[in-house]
């Protein structure tokens, strides 16, 4: 079936190339992922200014909300054998933390509120802001809505800007947390683990297939294709996002494996892809990006 394919393009907020993708024909909007660093005492202005830029295109600018998303609060040298989180948290011991990837791991021995007791550190340097999974169906993490997501909340309010992705919804509460900050709030929710999934029938929202998360959290990685197509067949407008055309980071010709996924997320019936990752930090390789998926897309769209 013929369709319209566009595009979302996380920007860091200085990027001198940002005019160009939001000005490129596949782009309908912008994120800001607030985990980027921004002063805070001009944090307002530079958000009123790229909401201002990307209205004044016709496009759309995003904050993505970082919610119950684990991530690291401090450095951790090796050898080291305590972590410290974003969230308290309560979980069954021993049990694996992933860090960013399923390449870096270390087991947790105990836990104190948001400090993880490891038996072993992982063999690099664990660095503030990283991602934390912990696979575990005992996991509960406390609390929702980081101050930091308040903040910008706020801010949001002041300038008039109600677009938010929440990361990590899981269930129909968390929608109603940030409605009680911004009640006419436009809400994407990035379904990034097995309770999400699990709990589709109750996030009315536009939903998200947020491939990055997800693919960590599910027991099995091969169960991300039908994690990927349940959630499109809740919501058929639904966004995929993250680890797409990720070969570009490197070079600028994109590996089969790359080309063959995103054709297969076309097939699926996918309309928007959101761009997440390192790809989007330099020009040539998100603009790379953006043209190779127009070309792509040209035989679904209508």
Same mark, same amino acid.
């Given at each position: ?10 920007? $860091? $907020? ?10 490129? $024909?596949?782009? *309908? ?68 933390? /992933? ?28 660095? $503030? ?14 609390? /929702?809505?980081?101050?930091?997501? *308040?903040? /910008? ?39 990034? #683990? ?90 040539? #390789? ?17």
């Amino acid at each position: 079936m013929k369709k319209t394919i566009n595009a979302i393009v996380t920007m $860091p $907020p200085y990027a001198p190339f940002i005019d160009e993708v939001i000005e490129h $024909p596949l782009v *309908k909007g912008i994120r800001l992922n607030i985990v980027m660093p921004i002063k805070k005492d001009k944090r307002e202005e530079l958000l009123k200014g790229l909401y201002e830029k990307t209205k004044n295109k016709n496009k759309e600018l995003w904050l993505d909300l970082k919610c119950r998303q684990l991530r690291t609060e401090n450095y951790g040298v090796p050898p080291f054998t305590e972590i410290e989180l974003s969230h308290k948290i309560q979980v069954y011991t021993p049990c694996k933390a /992933y860090f960013s990837d399923r390449s870096i791991s270390a087991t947790i021995l105990e836990v104190d509120g948001n400090k993880l007791i490891m038996q072993e550190g992982p063999k690099r340097v664990i660095g $503030p802001g990283e991602s934390v999974t912990i696979p575990h169906p005992t996991l509960q993490i406390e609390g /929702y809505l980081t101050d930091k997501d *308040k903040e /910008y909340i706020e801010t949001g309010n002041k300038i008039g800007l109600k677009n938010y992705m929440l990361s990590f919804v899981e269930k129909k509460e968390d929608i109603e947390e940030l409605k009680k900050y911004c009640k006419d709030a436009t809400i994407i929710s990035k379904i990034e #683990s097995q309770k999400g999934i699990d709990n589709l029938k109750e996030i009315n929202t536009r939903l998200m297939a947020a491939r990055g998360d997800l693919y960590m959290e599910l027991n099995w990685p091969h169960e991300i294709i039908f994690a990927v197509e349940k959630i499109l067949a809740k919501d058929e407008n639904a966004m995929v996002a993250s680890r797409i055309f990720s070969s570009l980071e490197e070079r600028l010709e994109p590996s089969c494996e790359d080309l063959g996924d995103v054709d297969n997320l076309l097939r699926m019936g996918y309309k928007t892809f959101m761009f997440g990752d390192d790809i989007c930090f330099k020009k040539d #390789s998100i603009i790379g990006a953006l043209n190779l998926l127009s070309i792509m897309a040209r035989r679904y769209v209508g």
